[in-house]
């Protein structure tokens, strides 16, 4: 049975093991008694012999709600532990906690849950153990104090419009649960963005663990919990892997000069991080901007165009099934792009010397921008219904005015008549619905 109140666990470092790290001959002699297939009496007489070790273990169960016949099953679990290892349990490490409790079935997470309390166990090694983290948390925390912290997330979300795929998400549970067990407490104040982040990067990239933390730290900013969210981005120590420190600290300090908008910013520095990635295992010897010639960009525009997805990218990315396949017409030109604008800043900025012009060297080939073209999208019935109704409702008043006849007439007028712009609007949204 599980309590019912919640249930905080202080930190096994300020925990102070009750559990004797020796015994004595005459106790030795009662754990092999009491784990025999002896009478009743004969090991109800050993196992008071064995108070030093059962008694800390009986309190432990009882203050995680355990029953009787589970907490037996947890003091029975650990002194066979004791007869197979020879080594009294207030000597064990994590890694013998897991494993005798490997050996208790379904009373697995039990096992885990009781040497967590006594200090044996940390929460990461709680979490490696194989036992689902939820039930973990359950067994620790209590199942209403865990399934009401993560209720207060689901209603938050759904108060700031989530839908029902991410209201009813289980990672959130095992997200909560694997957090609550790092703090030790199940309460959504105890989490940090310090936490949430060291997680986030834990996680498998493009994984539904990694997606659930973003959500669950957006969540709890929200609800003023956190001074922050987190980042979905590659974390600049996986970005610069294999990139000459030089090379990374011209691409830092052309992103601390630019003037750009930030996420094109972003977009051009990891688009040159990813060029000096090629550079390493093709021209070691471009050390900074100044190295690049024309030779060098022809090559580049060569390797871009005979790219597949995958190609120099960070070890963390997640491309799953498209690993391998062609680069797409839009993704050339946007590499090539991005190593465009950093050369051609870096010489107009006196950074280094113009040798070539980036802006022809390394121009998109004719060939890629041909295979350019619109991509439009499908809009819902709704979205046309009111394009329609906007341009049947069409007036003056809604077009921009142009001041070139106002010295002339003396007042603002359209740039062009009504009448036809409402014909080109009304022809252009039947032959959209035409089609």
Avoid at 311 to 330: F, I, K, Q, V, Y
Wanted: aromatic share 6%.
């Amino acid at each position: 049975m599980l309590a019912a109140e919640p249930r905080l666990l202080q930190p096994a470092s300020i925990r102070v093991s009750q559990l004797p790290t020796e015994l004595t001959d005459g106790e030795w002699s009662a754990v092999a008694t009491a784990v025999s297939h002896a009478n009743q009496r004969v090991r109800l007489a050993a196992r008071r012999a064995l108070r030093r070790v059962l008694d800390p273990l009986r309190r432990e169960g009882e203050a995680l709600g355990l029953e009787i016949k589970s907490i037996r099953t947890v003091q029975r679990a650990v002194l066979e532990g004791m007869l197979a290892h020879r080594v009294a349990c207030g000597a064990w490490e994590g890694p013998t906690w897991v494993a005798v409790a490997s050996h208790a079935g379904s009373f697995r997470p039990n096992v885990l849950a009781v040497a967590y309390q006594l200090g044996g166990l940390s929460g990461e090694q709680m979490l490696t153990a194989g036992v689902h983290p939820t039930h973990l948390a359950r067994r620790l925390f209590g199942q209403p104090m865990l399934d009401g912290e993560v209720m207060r997330v689901r209603h938050h979300l759904k108060a700031v419009g989530y839908g029902w795929a991410a209201l009813d998400d289980n990672t959130l549970t095992s997200t909560l649960a694997i957090l609550f067990i790092q703090v030790g407490q199940a309460k959504l104040e105890a989490l940090s963005v310090e936490v949430i982040e060291a997680a986030h990067r834990a996680a498998p990239a493009s994984s539904d663990r990694r997606s659930s933390l973003y959500r669950l730290a957006h969540a709890l900013h929200g609800m003023g919990l956190l001074p922050r969210g987190i980042t979905r981005r590659v974390y600049s120590s996986v970005a610069d892997e294999s990139i000459d420190p030089e090379w990374a600290a011209w691409c830092a300090r052309w992103q601390a000069t630019t003037t750009l908008a930030p996420k094109t910013a972003e977009n051009v520095h990891y688009g040159v991080l990813r060029a000096a990635r090629w550079l390493a295992c093709e021209h070691p010897n471009v050390h900074r901007p100044e190295d690049w010639t024309r030779e060098v960009a022809l090559a580049y525009v060569a390797a871009v165009n005979r790219g597949v997805v995958g190609d120099h990218g960070t070890s963390g990315a997640c491309l799953g099934e498209h690993r391998g396949a062609p680069l797409s017409p839009r993704s050339k030109d946007r590499l090539l792009g991005t190593v465009r604008i950093f050369l051609r800043d870096c010489q107009e900025w006196g950074w280094c010397p113009r040798h070539f012009d980036p802006s022809r060297a390394l121009a998109t080939p004719r060939s890629v921008k041909a295979l350019i073209a619109p991509n439009p999208r499908v809009l819902a019935d709704d979205v046309w219904a009111k394009l329609l109704w906007a341009g049947l409702q069409l007036q003056e008043t809604d077009l921009p005015s142009s001041d070139g006849g106002a010295a002339v007439i003396g007042r603002m007028r359209p740039t062009y008549p009504i009448e036809l712009v409402k014909a080109i609007t009304i022809a252009w949204l039947f032959a959209g619905l035409a089609q």
